[in-house]
């Protein structure tokens, strides 16, 4: 498997559109690494290749801070990334329009784990804020997606808890396909039966704002009264905005599916009709 991933996604080869199969190999062995994906039909998984290889394709990985990338941790991220794209994909007319929604951006950076980042925010008294936040992802508008190996590699253990570092920041990714991260990502129109796109947003809006509300009131409770009140079992990070709510819910939706139904059947049912909009028309 030494450097497959260079002789086969050379950047010249990327740009002319050709994608090469993955070695049956390195494909068994990232489907053990991560149970959440070895549980798809063999249809899905037969789709998430395609798409994981187009992505392989089009995307450029660097690693920072003297990690070097290998084939299965340029996969692992290929088919996380992907996994929200599997049915979405199937009005698509190949892996490469439904790559669309990941378009903004060619490369991907690698750490090795977290790594702090500067941060500066503006208080409503005009008074600027300095401080440092630890990081082990980021999805930046027209621009880069950053992930932590640590977190990437652990995904398979960390599915029980609904955390999944490569799925969270390309949702933010899908979410800010119009610009703004909204918690909206754009939505045709039919969406849940509205007559328009402007409509399948406000319905879209709507549920989720109410499912963000209440799981914010959740929290919050948690927090007041300590072990008097349950904490969600949603990562409560999903608390900070609707944006962010919408990224952990996701990629709770994905890796524990019966975990998030458990805490929230609207809130996995909305999220049914986004990523598996044929599935919800029959």
């Not at 801070?65 to 794209?85: E, F, H, K, N």
Request: hydrophobic share 45%; aromatic share 10%; proline share 4%.
């Amino acid at each position: 498997m030494l450097n497959w991933l260079r002789r086969c996604f050379g950047r010249a080869r990327a740009r002319a559109g050709g994608a090469r199969d993955i070695p049956a190999a390195l494909w068994q062995a990232n489907l053990a690494r991560y149970a959440f994906l070895a549980q798809c039909t063999s249809a899905e998984q037969a789709r998430l290749r395609e798409l994981a290889s187009a992505f392989l394709g089009q995307k450029e990985f660097h690693g920072a801070g003297g990690l070097v990338i290998t084939d299965a941790m340029a996969l692992a991220v290929a088919t996380q990334a992907c996994l929200p794209l599997v049915h979405l994909s199937l009005t698509a007319r190949s892996p490469a329009e439904a790559l669309r929604w990941y378009d903004d951006f060619v490369g991907i950076v690698m750490q090795p784990g977290e790594v702090l980042a500067h941060r500066e925010v503006t208080d409503h008294d005009g008074v600027v804020h300095q401080y440092r936040e630890a990081l082990t992802g980021e999805a930046m508008d027209g621009g880069p997606v950053m992930l932590g190996w640590t977190d990437v590699a652990a995904a398979g253990v960390s599915a029980a808890q609904g955390y999944n570092v490569v799925i969270h920041e390309f949702v933010h990714k899908m979410d800010l396909r119009d610009g703004v991260a909204d918690g909206c990502p754009p939505l045709p129109a039919g969406f849940m039966g509205a007559s328009s796109a402007a409509g399948a947003r406000r319905l879209w809006l709507s549920r989720l704002e109410t499912e963000f509300e209440a799981f914010s009131d959740q929290v919050a409770a948690s927090d007041r009264f300590g072990g008097l009140v349950k904490a969600p079992w949603l990562d409560r990070y999903g608390a900070e905005s609707i944006s962010e709510f919408l990224a952990v819910a996701s990629e709770a939706y994905f890796v524990n599916p019966d975990a998030l139904a458990a805490q929230s059947v609207g809130l996995h049912d909305l999220l049914d009709h986004f990523f598996r909009p044929r599935q919800q028309q029959t």
